[in-house]
């Protein structure tokens, strides 16, 4: 085990120590791991992409409208359950008993915008976890989901179509899909109106979406940066079972699901700007929705 650690450390270290500092990719914007060449010259696999190069500041967090977001998450686990005066008892419960460790966070933190940015994540926190508790199996969490994408998307963009779809990376070429892809990019345009909002109320950072070209349409990415309910989402995920999600997820399986489209959706809490684990803090949301085909 300890010479297992030993090469992860090393590894850690040759990857961060690839990072080119100078180098942006024209399409992303982001630094670039440069993964070495071979000996006749030729680059070893693709770059891979970490930080911003020119990183936009979060805006403040409006807690109007990201309290409008949880109380939806609340309506829509309701109607699942035992009533929402019931959930509603539980949420307050769970707020009182995990609130001291949110306010020490509090206290430590510098400014008034990230006092409210934690706190904002000990109501999440509450809220996520008394709906896990409250629907208390898989199926009805999943129905849950559903239900609260579909109310942010009507809140949020529920005009919107491909022509809202926009993505740093060229589109791929068509060909054959195992879907309709124009009801793909019908629900990527409705995710792009939808992220942008949150962006503008302070719940994420810059995001971007992505088809990657190598994969034949079989993979949607999203990364968003400066993930504000990072914390919540991570505490969750330690959950053993019937996990809760949060909100962008809840739109990806609602937007997809409406579109048709079965997939697999994996999450990732990245933090671009390091590989070593002492340093490691997440801030980053990617979501990859793979194997995509018709229902």
């Not at 006092?115 to 208390?136: G, M, P, Q």
């Not at 899909?177 to 950072?205: E, N, R």
């Not at 490691?280 to 194997?291: E, G, H, I, R, V």
């Amino acid at each position: 085990a300890q010479i297992a650690d030993a090469i992860d450390e090393k590894w850690e270290r040759f990857s961060d120590g690839l990072r080119d500092k100078s180098s942006c990719d024209p399409k992303t914007g982001r630094r670039l791991y440069d993964n070495g060449k071979r000996k006749d010259g030729t680059s070893i696999g693709n770059p891979g992409l970490g930080s911003l190069c020119n990183p936009e500041p979060l805006v403040p967090l409006n807690t109007e409208v990201v309290s409008q977001v949880l109380n939806l998450a609340v309506v829509s686990a309701a109607v699942y359950g035992r009533g929402e005066e019931t959930l509603r008892d539980k949420i307050k419960e769970l707020k009182a008993l995990v609130s001291p460790s949110f306010e020490r966070k509090v206290q430590l933190s510098t400014t008034d915008e990230e006092k409210e940015r934690v706190r904002f994540n000990l109501e999440a926190y509450a809220v996520l976890r008394a709906i896990t508790i409250y629907l208390n199996d898989k199926q009805s969490i999943r129905n849950f989901q559903n239900n609260w994408g579909e109310q942010l998307v009507n809140l949020f963009a529920p005009t919107a179509s491909r022509r809202d779809y926009v993505s740093p990376f060229p589109e791929t070429q068509d060909g054959d899909y195992d879907y309709d892809k124009g009801k793909l990019l019908d629900a990527l345009g409705k995710l792009t109106v939808t992220l942008t909002q949150l962006k503008a109320c302070g719940m994420i950072g810059y995001y971007e979406i992505s088809i990657p070209y190598d994969d034949y349409g079989s993979v949607v990415t999203i990364a968003i940066d400066d993930y504000v309910p990072i914390t919540t989402e991570i505490l969750l995920s330690e959950q053993v079972q019937f996990k809760c999600e949060g909100p962008t997820q809840a739109l990806v399986r609602h937007l997809f699901g409406a579109a048709g489209i079965d997939f697999s959706l994996d999450t990732f809490y990245i933090d671009p700007s390091t590989t070593k684990q002492e340093d490691y803090n997440p801030t980053q949301l990617l979501l990859s929705a793979n194997n995509l085909r018709a229902f």
